[in-house]
């Protein structure tokens, strides 16, 4: 290439970040350890969990998977749980063992859960009741050899845990029946792992510690490689850009993302380690109601989330009442960030909401917004340190200032590729190291990076580009709705029209004045032509809007 973006950093970030400061997360979970033993690591349901027990813990459970199972440095175990206690004990435990962390989604199908096993070659599970019926429906096609089961209530303690389970499995009848002959339950793999000491490991930067799973709204789901020098990079990354408003062993993190996707797992559970920060996990953000009043107990500092959770909060009439005199940092990512939702975070709790972007592949930021921002200002920020960014055409041309092509993106944090699947590796990669992301984007003249659209989500009317993201944002500001999905469907005369469909906060909001209102804002091309309305909007187990299974569904009506 001729030239790549000169990087451009918010004051007081370093253009470079010291990879070498932690030789493995093992070595940054004990140093972290050492610094604050006596603080809360974890708070889940009320139940605090400080760093000197996760400790404690984690080395049983890692000895129990040396020991007891005898599995081979580098095994691969999976864990299929929401954000409860055991998450922590069974990520840190697996990676101080030098194991690998195959992230398992709680609510993938019994067809998605056997691939996903067979794919990365998981030897060890650990699973919450709840879902173990869909393991059961696979498992003998799987090599998984060793089955760990825990509950809800299983780290909560004495007559809590029993009742938190009692409830669940008889009262709201959440655990449907299961077999899995030989299985262990959790506590017992702790009690078992204690009569052993944990086997120190060499682990370096180029060892696996996740497959992290991704692309299966896309086809068949790819395990991304993301090396302990990976995460090293993207939590040292992270860390720099939040330094300057974060005090060390003090800080409160909302952690209502579920740890097993890569946002959270990086940015709140690694990147706040290294902080001394205490996690309160949030297990299901999804009770909105539930939600506002566990965080009504906490004088936090820093939520992260995707826009959906925080239009959710937002409308919840009890969430304005909180306190959020020491809130820091509102982070949002997944999706993109709509100026409404924006607006009404900064007027409601006084903390701007800032933008960032990332993927699973990158381990995963890419770019933030500066620390110091005030206003939302449409674009996903600047790069973050250590990392180039490269706008680029179809023929992998360089563009200029305001040109929009294909994100790329090179850096430390970038996966070492797709497990056991170099052609799809191939793909991805530029014959000069670069990632691309599939995403369109541009720059503008002071290195902040703007979001058009995903390439494949981008409507073609008339042969003008539509980019689902401006209409959304368009429609998203009508105070008469609540949530929107943008799509093209077919169209005899324009090829594709935009549809959109819509969540309504007002009941009487009609079709018409909703397309009344995008013609203010936008070129009749864009206008919306069709306005579907729903009850909810289908959604990723983060809470990102699922375009693509909203036009599966028009394509079907339309043959």
């Known amino acids: 290439m001729e030239k790549i973006w000169l990087q451009s950093y918010p004051p007081g970030i370093p253009a470079e970040i010291d990879v070498n400061e932690f030789a493995s997360l093992g070595d940054l979970f004990e140093r972290s350890v050492a610094r604050w033993p006596n603080r809360d690591a974890y708070v889940n349901m009320g139940k605090p969990l400080s760093y000197r027990e996760l400790e404690r813990l984690s080395g049983q459970f890692a000895a129990y998977l ?17 954000n409860v206690l055991q998450y922590p004990v069974c990520l840190f435990g697996a990676l101080r063992a030098g194991y690998t962390v195959v992230n398992c989604n709680p609510l993938y199908t019994p067809r998605e859960l056997e691939h996903q096993l067979n794919d990365s070659g998981a030897e060890a599970i650990v699973i919450l009741e709840n879902f173990a019926c869909t393991l059961t429906k696979v498992i003998a096609q ?26 669940v499995r008889h009262v709201k009848k959440l655990v449907p029946a299961w077999s899995l002959p030989g299985h262990v339950r959790f506590g017992t793999t702790l009690q078992r792992g204690a009569r052993h000491s944990l086997r120190k490991v060499t682990v370096t930067h180029d060892d696996i ?9 896309t086809g068949v789901a790819k395990g991304a490689m993301l090396t302990h020098g990976n995460i ?52 299901n953000p999804r009770d909105i109601p539930g939600f506002v009043k566990e965080l009504g107990k906490y004088h936090f500092s820093v939520i992260t989330g995707v826009n959906t959770l925080f239009n959710a ?25 709509q100026q409404a939702v924006a607006e009404k975070w900064k007027k409601v709790t006084g903390c701007t909401l800032r933008e960032a972007y990332g993927l699973t592949e990158t381990s995963p930021a890419v770019c933030i917004n500066p620390i110091d921002l005030e206003h939302f200002n449409h674009s996903i920020g600047l790069p973050v340190s250590s990392t180039e960014i490269s706008i680029r055409d179809d023929d992998d041309r360089e563009l200029g ?33 670069f990632l691309r992301t599939g995403d369109i984007a541009n720059i503008d003249e002071k290195g902040f990076v703007r979001i058009v659209d995903r390439k494949k989500d981008m409507i073609l009317v008339s042969g003008f580009n539509v980019y689902p993201n401006e209409v959304e944002d368009v429609v998203a ?59 909810e909007l289908p959604k990723t187990n983060v809470g990102k809007i699922l375009r693509r299974a909203l036009r599966d569904e028009a394509l079907k009506k339309a043959a």
Not at 148 to 167: E, N, R, Y
Not at 409 to 419: A, C, E, F, L, N
């Open 401 to 433: 200032v305001g040109e929009a092509g294909e994100l790329c993106v090179r850096g430390p944090q970038v996966m070492k590729g797709y497990y056991k699947r170099p052609d799809e590796t191939a793909l991805v990669m530029t014959a000069d190291g």
């Open 209 to 217: 510690a996740f497959l992290q799973y991704t692309g299966g709204t």
């Open 477 to 535: 500001a009508h105070p008469g709705v609540l949530e929107v999905a943008a799509i093209g469907v077919p169209d005899e005369h324009s090829g594709e029209a935009v549809k959109v469909f819509v969540v309504r906060k007002d009941p009487q909001l009609t079709a018409e004045a909703l397309i009344a209102h995008c013609k203010t804002s936008l070129t009749g091309y864009k206008v919306p032509r069709q306005v579907e309305f729903r009850d």
């Open 232 to 283: 090293v990079a993207n939590l040292q990354q992270a860390s720099a850009w939040i330094k300057p408003r974060i005090d060390e062993g003090v800080e409160t993190i909302i952690t209502a993302l579920p740890l097993y996707h890569i946002f959270s797992l990086t940015a709140n559970c690694l990147t706040f380690l290294k902080f001394g920060a205490t996690n309160v996990l949030i297990t």
């Open 66 to 82: 040396q020991s007891e199972l005898g599995l081979p440095v580098g095994a691969r175990v999976a864990l299929m749980m929401p």
């Open 313 to 337: 909060l937002l409308n919840n009439p009890d969430f304005a009442k909180l306190d959020f005199s020491g809130l820091k940092c509102a982070l949002g990512g997944g999706m993109a960030v």
């Open 142 to 167: 799987t090599g998984v050899k060793h089955v760990v089961v825990t509950s809800l209530g299983a780290m909560l303690g004495g007559i809590k845990g029993c009742v938190v389970d009692l409830v």
